[in-house]
Every structure is written in C-alpha cells, then in structure tokens.
C-alpha cells in the first residue's frame, strides 16, 4: 500500500542489541577503571614502585593525550563499522594492561611499561566515549535510542568512580613514616597493587575475548528510518559541522563546563586538601558524585525517550542545577568572604549534586548533537565535541600546573563555565531532524 516502507527500510529490533550493548559498556567500564587505577592509590604506587608526583600526574594524564588520534577512531568507525574499531580498541587495552602486569625487577623498567600501559589504555578511550550513540541508532528503535546512549556512554565513568573503591579496598595505605615502612610492608603494597593489575588484565582480556567471538558490526535489518539512511562522507561531515553555527554553540556548551569539570575532579583531592578533607573524603564525593551522575542520567534518558523533542528542556534543568551546586561549593570554600558554613555535610551535598547534574547532562548532550547535525555520522559528531573537551581540560590542568598555590580561581571556572553553558542552551533553537526521519517517513 501507499506510504508503506520497503522491506529493507521497515524498522526492525533484535534482542541481541542488548547483548552488544552489554558488551559495549563494559568495555568501557574498564576502560575508565584501568584509566583511573593509580589516583586512588597513589601513596602506595609512590612506596611499591618509586612514583614521583609527576609520574602519578602523567599516569591520569595518559587518558586525555589518549584523545589525539581521535579522528582516526571516528574515520574507522565510519568506514569499517562498529566490530572493526571495538575489536582494535580492545586489544589496545588489552595489550596496555598486560604491560602494566610485565614483571620486571628493575624499577624504572617497570615504571616505563606501567606508562606505556596507560597511553595504549587511553588510546581507547575515543572509542568508549564517542561510539554510544553510533551504537544506538545502529542497533535499537527511537524510543529506545536515548537509554541506550546513556548506558553505553555512563558506563566509562562508573568504571572510573568502581577504581575509587577496587584500589583502596585491596591496596593497603604505607604505615608509619618513610623511613619506618619496613621492606616486608613495601613488598606487601607491591604485592596488592600487582593483584589489582592482574585481576583488571584478566576482565579486559575476557571482554576481548567475548567480544571477538560476537559483536557484530550491524544487524541484518536496520532498526528505523534513520539506521537505513545514507550519511555524508568523513570530509563534508567535517565541512557541515565547521560551518553550522548551532551545532558549535552546543559543542561548546558541552565541551566548556564538561572539560572544566573533568579536570577539577581529577585534582579534587589538591582542591579539598586546604579546607582540611582527607584523601578519603576526597574519594567518596568523587565515587558518589558519578554514581548519582549514571542513575540519573540513565532516568533522563528515560524519561527522553518517553516524551520525545524535549532534549533542550532536560539541559536547562540540569545545568541550572550545576550552576546552583558549583556556586554553593565555591562560596562555601570563601569561609573568610561569606560565613557560609563549611561542613562535611556542605562540602558531600554540593560536591555531588555537581556531579550528577553535570554527568547526567552527557548522553542527552550527544542525543542533541546527533538530531541536530543529521546526517552527519554519530561517531563524527560526538567525537569532535569530546575532543574539545579533552582540549579545554588540558587547557585547565596546563594553567594548574603554573598557579597551584591557591585554587579559588578554578573553583570559580566551574559555575563560571556552567552559566556560560546554560546560556549557550538557552540561546540553542533545537531540531529534530532524524527523529522527524523515523516519525514522518515510517508513518
């Protein structure tokens, strides 16, 4: 009959799509755990393996350097699907973990292959950050499309928040002063770190090894409209973007309080040290902050895919809340300036509310990115705006290294960069084009 879709073209969903989801996510879960191993631990890596302050430093900085051949990842994805670019991050993970696992009596040997191990499990992550959405249109309806992109997206930071608990829950702290540590103590840290490096290169290997022996690049049939549609090649993906004036002004209410954000939290112990929280403290307002950020922005996405077209809604709401949250720590830090109390209590609640508007805000921001640039490719999309993330970060973290002796300046970029956003968002005039392709064509 009339408006009936062709065979090929009429939606159709697998119940595998979540065995490939499952798969996905945790890829990316260790991904963010491998990335986030030595943070949590770091006074015990300085005592088993003879870490410098910089070298833990240049360990968490692995992951953003990790981002340089990210237009290399979103060329394979495009062109080779979605098995080829999993199949080869994986295995750099796995080889980067195995290194990390070598073992060698010589310290500075170690510390090398440690290094290395780092960089090659950074080199994943444009994959894990980027392919969530490519993955969705791919393999599910659009009533299921924003869900599945915040599964397949979150999962990376909860696998960083699970390093919070994994390394000191295993890896006991050095006892006593330096000079009192006894060799047998040392030797025992060492042997708990190297329990943590083992156990996390036999998770990687066994994600590797299930997903070589399944995950397709695509199903037989499409899912919707949108799946089956032809999208433009690499090069003019690159001129469209360039050239789309709304899409840079989301990119930029993402990359900016996102990459601000994400540095902040990595050096949120040197931040809480001065108002006298411990490294304990530091690292559960750093676990539950993401937790809270994955929960509530799996609901969203929920609640996304329930009531379609109000993705710029959803993003006002959480980055006002971001903005409330990041400006409540930051006067609470200016105790001498405002009198607000500067309590435990204070410090958790307006920590984490942070964490869970910003982090939450993640996969609808990559859901508007790809509705907003159709048919530019999702990995294309979602790959340009992590990188400017990952840029703005190493933007921030370049300047800490210059002034470290007095934080209240990066305390005040954070609600500084979430007003910038909310008003970018405000500004945003949002479309709909590929859900319109599955609503209208598919009718």
């Given at each position: 009959?009339?408006?009936?879709?062709?065979?090929?073209?009429?939606?159709?969903?697998?119940?595998?799509?979540?065995?490939?989801?499952?798969?996905?996510?945790?890829?990316?879960?260790?991904?963010?755990?491998?990335?986030?191993?030595?943070?949590p631990i770091q006074n015990s890596a300085r005592l088993a393996f003879g870490f410098s302050?910089?070298?833990?430093?240049?360990?968490?900085?692995?992951?953003?350097?990790?981002?340089?051949?990210?237009?290399?990842?979103?060329?394979?994805?495009?062109?080779?699907?979605l098995r080829v670019t999993v199949l080869l991050t994986s295995s750099l993970m796995v080889l980067g973990a195995g290194l990390r696992c070598v073992p060698v009596s010589d310290l500075e040997i170690r510390k090398k292959l440690i290094h290395g191990g780092q960089l090659l499990n950074g080199l994943a992550g444009p994959t894990v950050m980027n392919a969530?959405?490519?993955?969705?249109?791919?393999?599910?309806?659009?009533?299921?499309?924003?869900?599945?992109t915040a599964i397949a997206s979150l999962l990376n930071y909860l696998g960083c928040a699970a390093a919070f608990l994994v390394g000191p829950l295993v890896v006991p702290p050095p006892n006593g002063t330096a000079h009192l540590v006894s060799l047998s103590n040392t030797q025992h840290i060492k042997d708990r770190i190297e329990a943590v490096l083992y156990a996390e290169f036999g998770m990687v290997s066994l994600i590797f090894s299930a997903a070589l022996a399944y995950f397709?690049?695509?199903?037989?049939?499409?899912?919707?409209?949108?799946?089956?549609?032809?999208?433009?090649?690499?090069?003019?993906?690159?001129?469209?973007?360039?050239?789309?004036?709304?899409?840079?002004?989301?990119?930029?209410?993402?990359?900016?309080?996102?990459?601000?954000?994400?540095?902040?939290?990595?050096?949120?112990?040197?931040i809480l040290t001065p108002i006298h929280v411990s490294q304990v403290d530091a690292g559960w307002i750093g676990f539950w902050s993401v937790v809270g950020g994955c929960v509530v922005g799996i609901a969203m996405a929920r609640f996304a895919d329930f009531i379609r077209g109000m993705l710029k809604f959803i993003l006002l709401l959480l980055l006002s809340g971001a903005t409330l949250a990041s400006t409540w720590?930051?006067?609470?830090?200016?105790?001498?300036?405002?009198?607000?109390?500067?309590?435990?209590?204070?410090?958790?609640?307006?920590?984490?509310?942070?964490?869970?508007?910003?982090?939450?805000?993640?996969?609808?921001?990559?859901?508007?990115?790809?509705?907003?640039?159709?048919?530019?490719?999702?990995?294309?999309?979602?790959?340009?705006?992590?990188?400017?993330?990952?840029?703005?970060?190493?933007?921030?973290?370049?300047?800490?290294?210059?002034?470290?002796?007095?934080?209240?300046?990066?305390?005040?970029?954070?609600?500084?960069?979430?007003?910038?956003?909310l008003l970018l968002i405000l500004c945003f005039r949002e479309s709909y084009d590929r859900l319109y392709l599955d609503v209208v064509v598919s009718v």
């Open positions: 009959p009339a408006g009936r879709l062709p065979p090929l073209l009429s939606g159709r969903v697998y119940g595998r799509r979540w065995l490939v989801l499952l798969l996905f996510s945790l890829l990316g879960f260790a991904q963010g755990l491998v990335w986030n191993t030595w943070g302050g910089w070298d833990i430093a240049l360990l968490v900085f692995w992951g953003p350097i990790g981002f340089a051949p990210c237009f290399f990842f979103m060329w394979l994805m495009d062109k080779k699907g969530a959405p490519f993955l969705s249109t791919t393999w599910f309806s659009p009533d299921e499309r924003a869900t599945a397709p690049s695509r199903p037989p049939f499409p899912p919707s409209v949108a799946a089956a549609s032809q999208r433009l090649s690499y090069r003019r993906s690159f001129c469209r973007l360039l050239s789309n004036f709304r899409f840079l002004m989301i990119a930029l209410a993402y990359a900016i309080p996102l990459g601000v954000f994400s540095g902040w939290s990595g050096v949120l112990d040197l720590f930051t006067l609470t830090c200016l105790t001498t300036v405002t009198h607000l109390p500067l309590t435990t209590a204070t410090l958790y609640t307006s920590c984490i509310l942070l964490g869970i508007f910003l982090n939450s805000s993640v996969p609808i921001f990559f859901e508007l990115f790809v509705e907003t640039v159709y048919p530019v490719p999702e990995g294309i999309s979602c790959g340009v705006v992590t990188f400017l993330s990952n840029v703005f970060m190493g933007v921030l973290l370049f300047f800490l290294t210059f002034y470290h002796t007095e934080f209240s300046w990066f305390n005040w970029c954070l609600p500084g960069s979430c007003l910038l956003s």
